[in-house]
């Protein structure tokens, strides 16, 4: 690999990353937000297990929705 393209891949790492570490915290506050909400008030999504801590449902939802960002 050149010095170019070895770069160009730190770049691309670096920025996957600050990508993740964003979104992972925007769903972290969301998620956080609607656990304060009652139960049977919490509108019904897919893929929200209740029994699914809040780092777990947040990483979930990071990982599910990054893809869309690379399009």
Do not use: C, Q, Y
Not at 55 to 60: D, E
Request: no cysteine.
């Amino acid at each position: 690999m050149s010095m170019i393209n070895a770069s160009r891949h730190a770049e691309g790492k670096l920025e996957f990353s600050l990508l993740m570490w964003l979104a992972f915290a925007v769903f972290f506050v969301a998620i956080a937000l609607s656990r304060l909400i009652p139960r049977a008030a919490r509108p019904r999504m897919a893929g929200h297990e209740d029994g699914k801590s809040i780092f777990a449902a947040a990483k979930a939802a990071t990982h599910n929705s990054i893809p869309f960002a690379f399009m």
